[in-house]
């Protein structure tokens, strides 16, 4: 078995066993990381030069890779050998990738930026826009800090309930809604709007989960309205991105933060990241330790984090801009640094301004 740890594909895998296989995606390709009794090594390295934003498994044996300013690219034998799946992809920045079930087979999801929505039927050798994405009323206030100033489609997300349902976060513009598997797409409203992730409780599809740049909002009635149930600045940090939850127990949560906005690496050169833990569904939160760096020492920014629940406990994955692997095999409980020295695991240039220690 083989689970992906990137920015923008999946990040939520539910095994018998620990998987063996962790595909990493770096600045330089993916790296293929393999558990042994000794540890963790490397196993295959592929995709060398390339930036790779998203992994997904659509299929048994089959998987997808997105890559920033390069398209979309395959492998069917677990990361050996790849070929190119983009055709008609006419915007080849592509920051995320999912898959859901129709009626009709297997769809396959692409974001990109400027933010625009592709679908594929026939598993990625042809893919077509969805330009309703861009019909909402806020598109002509997408926008983004950093040059190009453009809003990306930063995750996409679907419904536990309904296949047909498809969430797209944009970055920054807003959390947008699709009922027809991304024909037709509405937008949601009150909250900020530098929405980065989103996560559907598992037994109840009204319960909404959603990690902002500025803190955690929370939609009891499938995002008619939100409740913020973190500030800014508080114990999940001043730039919360990462969010995850335990599918058999979903008020077991997982979010990463950095004590800094990005917008302030550039001078500082300093992250200030941890990984914090939430009990009861995201109303409190504490920062853990126990093999992790603590805030006011980790400098990098943690840009991928994946979980993996196997039996009665969880395995989580964290990668950083300074190319650092963390990993917990019981729920968070104790941590280790499982590999370093790789390429930065980073969205868009995030590494770049962390790429010094102050």
Known sequence: MAIGLSHGGTTSYSNPAPSRDLLVATLDGIVTLRRANSGWTIAN????????SSIIFPQPGVVLAGIFKGGIVM????????ERRDHGLAHKNVYSLAATQLSGGQRLF?????????VSDDLGQNWREMPALRSVPSVS???????????HVKYITTAPDDSATVYACIEQGGLL???????????????????????????????????????????????????????????IGSYPD????????????????????????RNRHFAGSRVTRSRDGGRTWEIIGNGLPAPDKWQAAIEAMSLEEHGASCSIFTA????????????????????????PISKGGHYRVLSHAA
């Not at 390295?45 to 790779?52: D, K, T, V, Y």
């Not at 492998?75 to 790849?82: F, I, P």
């Not at 692409?110 to 592709?118: D, I, K, R, W």
């Not at 599918?247 to 906005?261: C, D, I, K, Q, R």
């Open 45 to 52: 390295r592929a995709l060398a030069g390339n930036h790779i």
């Open 75 to 82: 492998s069917r034998d677990g990361g050996q050998n790849w």
């Open 110 to 118: 692409a974001g990109t930026e400027p933010a625009h929505f592709y």
């Open 141 to 151: 206030r997408w926008t983004f800090p950093q040059e190009p100033h453009e809003g």
């Open 177 to 235: 809604r699709s009922n027809d598997g991304g024909e037709t797409w509405n937008e949601l409203s009150g909250y900020d709007d530098d929405v980065h992730r989103i996560l559907i409780h598992p037994r109840n599809a009204k319960l909404i989960y959603m990690m902002t740049g500025v803190g955690l909002y929370v939609s009891a009635d499938g995002g008619a309205s939100w409740e913020r149930r973190t500030a800014r600045g508080a114990t």
């Open 242 to 265: 990462q969010l995850n939850l335990v599918p058999s127990h979903p008020e077991l949560m997982f979010a990463t933060g950095t004590e800094y906005n990005p917008g302030e690496w």
């Open 320 to 343: 950083t801009t300074s190319g650092e692997i963390y990993a917990s095999d019981d729920s968070g409980e104790h941590w280790a640094l499982i590999m370093q020295g790789l390429a």
